[in-house]
């Protein structure tokens, strides 16, 4: 999410900024943590499995990248994938809502903020989330590629934690598209820096896939997803009384 100077910490942002507090109010932090995450596993338990669409809050409808994003939500859907976002609208609204006119399923992790973010109306399921270490787990737990559209803060923040993961070996080797060369090439470029000054292993360059084409994402996340890790989307009945409703 891109930074607003309007911005003002929440009374329980501030605490948690502010470092140390009493043990009683950090262990009564840990249970609202632990209460998230349980909530987050029982509402998303059946929704896989997914790919994340990562990018901008701020485009609006006539952007040409909004736009491509829609398409981007669409081939997913046809894939047979879940499509999930960060629930708000701009590009995460265009995928979600791609997916939701092509027949597929569009679900969202929506930031609680006191600005930029509400839930987009092309969500099929969403879920509330207080803090964003929580949600951004989330984000990754259930989808098996990423696709990064143009974004701000917030989506370079995904993009390098999810590639940070795969490098690390945390998570398996997912596909990560980066969807717009031209937006992302200074991206890029520093990326290719980082290889030739050795912070980084020339094999890791091969952990991204740069394109402008639908079509060729889709093809890539068929192949480095559907067919190296054998998906097929089981039909499953939630049941209420675990709270998967």
């Known amino acids: 999410m891109e930074n607003n100077t309007n911005h003002r910490l929440q009374p329980e942002e501030s605490k948690f900024l502010s470092g140390p507090l009493s043990r009683f109010k950090e262990l009564l932090f840990t249970f609202r943590v632990q209460f998230s995450f349980i909530k987050a ?27 491509q994003a829609e398409k981007v939500g669409a081939a997913l859907a046809d894939l047979g994938f879940t499509v999930m976002t960060g629930g708000g609208p701009g590009i995460m609204e265009a995928a979600n809502k791609g997916a939701y006119e092509a027949g597929g399923y569009s679900v969202g992790c929506n930031i609680i903020l006191p600005f930029e973010q509400k839930p987009n109306p092309y969500l099929h399921k969403w879920i509330d989330i207080r803090y964003f270490f929580v949600r951004k ?22 993009l390098f934690e999810s590639i940070t993961l795969i490098q690390t070996k945390m998570i398996q080797n997912f596909p990560v598209v980066i969807f717009g060369s031209e937006y992302h090439k200074e991206l890029c470029h520093h990326i ?54």
């Open 137 to 158: 787990f989330l984000l990754i737990k259930y989808s098996y590629a990423f696709v990064v559209m143009p974004g701000g803060m917030g989506t370079l923040d995904e």
């Open 41 to 67: 596993f029982r509402k998303m338990h059946f929704i896989g499995p997914c790919v994340t669409v990562f990018g901008s809050a701020r485009f609006e409808p006539d952007n040409p990248y909004y736009q």
């Open 192 to 245: 290719q820096i980082m290889a030739e000054e050795e912070s980084i292993g020339p094999e890791d360059m091969k952990l991204l896939f740069v394109t402008d084409s639908v079509e060729e994402m889709a093809n890539h996340i068929k192949i480095h997803a559907i067919e190296k890790f054998k998906l097929v989307k089981e039909e499953q009945t939630p049941k209420w009384w675990m709270g998967e409703a």
